[in-house]
């Protein structure tokens, strides 16, 4: 079973049982959830959680180095985007765990926003169904340009329409996937045109605004003709 949650709500959960239960947080670098006993990543922070009370598991291979079931519930915040064999992973997080949280960029975030690593950060993006529970899985298309980086504005956007850009799962025994070509192929729009855009609508409907713009153009025109001469 797989279905929406909220951030917030799993929280609680894991406040309520983190004395009882096994929790493990995967690829959160230096940012693990609070009630999680347990951290792993495939870089080696194991230094830094010397002094945070927390065990930290490097993860060299493919195979999550973790018995079956040997957490209660594990916790993948932005984790699966990045994972080369999907299916593989997600396997091996329900042989390690019951139940547990999944987060990932919608694709609105994952077009809107330019990532400070390479093109190809992302290898995979999503959309949830929730007539069929089933969370749909698509290689990365960029379709259209970004033009947002990750900054005051991005965790503005984050706080007021998270709801828009980020899916948040909660499953319990299974997850259920599938891989569906769900995007509708467009033209890429280019930043300037979205921008010319704007202020081409601006204009038509500011008629004082769109004299005083003229004036200016041409008032920076007459200053650049006197530089000339």
Not at 50 to 74: A, G, R, Y
Not at 193 to 215: D, E, G, P, Q, W
Request: proline share 2%; with cysteine; glycine share 2%.
């Amino acid at each position: 079973m797989i279905q929406r949650t909220s951030k917030e709500h799993v929280l609680k959960i894991l406040k309520k049982n983190q004395n009882n239960w096994k929790i493990l947080d995967i690829g959160c670098n230096i940012a693990p959830v609070e009630f999680a006993q347990t951290v792993a990543d495939v870089q080696n922070f194991s230094k830094f959680y010397e002094e945070k009370n927390k065990k930290f598991v490097l993860i060299k291979e493919k195979n999550l180095p973790f018995s079956n079931n040997q957490f209660d519930f594990v916790y993948a915040s932005h984790v699966i985007e990045h994972v080369e064999d999907l299916s593989f992973f997600i396997s091996e997080l329900k042989r390690i765990s019951r139940k547990g949280y999944i987060e990932l960029p919608s694709i609105l975030e994952d077009n809107l926003v330019l990532s400070t690593n390479s093109s190809d950060d992302h290898k995979w993006m999503f959309k949830f169904d929730d007539v069929e529970k089933v969370l749909l899985v698509e290689k990365k298309k960029q379709l259209i340009e970004p033009f947002i980086t990750h900054g005051v504005l991005f965790d503005s956007l984050r706080k007021n329409f998270r709801s828009s850009l980020v899916l948040e799962l909660y499953w319990e025994n299974e997850i259920k996937y599938e891989f569906r070509d769900f995007t509708v192929k467009a033209k890429k729009p280019i930043f300037f045109s979205i921008i010319k855009k704007y202020f081409s609508h601006f204009i038509r409907k500011n008629k004082t605004a769109s004299v005083f713009i003229v004036l200016i153009l041409v008032l920076i025109l007459l200053i650049i003709n006197n530089f000339n001469f």
